[in-house]
């Protein structure tokens, strides 16, 4: 019973969060916490708390967390489904429409528009990413404030991309790596 | 329909491929949808930047989690309805793997200095990876030299960056400016 509660509660996350991320938290607390009383206010803020820190969607970090410590293992995989099959049958619906028409013409018009925007919306996201790894929680900007080896970091793992001599996953991973050693042993 | 390649090689790369990039992302949605742009359009040559553009605005309309809605829909380009459910697997596997380990380990998770620090300097990382994304797309759209184009890019730039409107919104509005655009272009015709 408890396990159906729970894919159904997952369901209505993966359905009505739009827009990613940080959409998704309400909607997650409101399930568990408000309406179905699965997790105290605390836990859950422990739970976003991970989710932050660890990769992969906080929706399907959240998922995981809940399922696991409501059901085990076997919770897990039933809210993470819950949680994707809303995605799997309309992105899977847009994608057949989108490769179908996409090489017509009016089509091709209407996306060129959309195109400009989306180069936009990820260069805001990194860049937001990029005054977070420079200035911390800090939102001045000071120059002063700057983290030096953040900023070294991020230059020269801008070079070697421009470059196009690591691909992005051993930039990341080298960064976190050298990046550490740096700080630990400066 | 959509389905450029098939053996068994291309599945694993598909999903080796989502499972690397899946387990480091950290951040929002886009930043997947870079390091996607990175791997599968510029490192496989598997999809066209434009189509990857498409995918990006697709992706952050929908409803759910963006990562698993990118791989639903490239999955699906490289290998039909089997390549999304490989490519969703891929992505979904390393949070829940890290995320159970972690349920069990937590407070010392939390309390680890190396972890702690080993996240807060991945960050940059991060950013240069967005950023050589970005730059090499917009300069993509400052050499089709048309004017509306360069326009809507600096103009959802300011929206998003200094007057919070929600993704969402700026990419319905260009959507509308699109169909414009095009009425305007059959009417000349």
């Known amino acids: 019973m408890q396990l159906l509660i729970l894919f159904f509660s997952f369901l209505q996350v993966g359905l009505f969060s739009v827009g990613g991320g940080y959409a998704a938290i309400p909607l997650i607390q409101a399930q568990i916490v408000d309406i179905h009383g699965l997790m105290t206010l605390e836990e859950f803020t422990d739970l976003i708390t991970i989710a932050e820190m660890t990769p992969g969607p906080i929706s399907i970090n959240s998922s995981t967390f809940v399922g696991t410590r409501l059901a085990g293992p076997i919770g897990a995989i039933i809210c993470t489904l819950g949680c994707i099959l809303p995605s799997f049958v309309i992105c899977l619906t847009l994608a057949y429409f989108y490769y179908k028409y996409r090489k017509f013409s009016g089509v091709q018009t209407v996306l060129g528009a959309l195109r400009p925007a989306v180069v936009a919306l990820i260069g805001s996201a990194g860049l937001s990413i990029l005054l977070l790894a420079l200035f911390g929680d800090s939102t001045t900007y000071q120059l002063s404030d700057i983290h030096v080896i953040e900023l070294l970091l991020f230059l020269f793992s801008f070079l070697i991309l421009r470059l196009g001599k690591a691909n992005a996953v051993t930039i990341i991973l080298g960064s976190g790596v050298i990046g550490t050693f740096l700080y630990l042993f400066r | ?189």
Not at chain 2, 88 to 97: D, R
């Open chain 2, 1 to 189: 329909m959509g389905i450029i390649m098939k053996s068994k090689n291309t599945l694993w790369i598909l999903f080796k491929s989502m499972f690397l990039l899946s387990a480091c992302t950290f951040g929002g949605g886009f930043v997947i949808v870079s390091l996607m742009n990175k791997k599968f359009v510029e490192e496989l040559g598997w999809l066209e930047e434009d189509e990857m553009l498409d995918i990006t605005a697709i992706t952050q309309s929908s409803p759910g989690p963006l990562p698993v809605n990118a791989s639903v829909i490239i999955g699906y380009r490289i290998h039909g309805v089997t390549g999304s459910l490989v490519a969703i697997l891929g992505t979904i596997l390393p949070p829940m793997i890290i995320i159970s380990l972690i349920s069990l380990f937590y407070t010392q998770f939390r309390t680890n200095k190396y972890i702690s620090v080993a996240l807060l300097v991945m960050r940059a990382g991060v950013a240069a990876v967005i950023l050589d994304v970005v730059w090499e797309l917009a300069v993509k759209v400052f050499k089709t030299r048309r004017f509306l184009y360069i326009a809507m890019m600096l103009l959802a730039f300011l929206a998003t960056w200094f007057f919070d409107i929600s993704a969402m919104t700026i990419i319905f509005v260009c959507l509308a400016i699109g169909v414009i655009d095009l009425l305007l272009s059959l009417r000349k015709e």
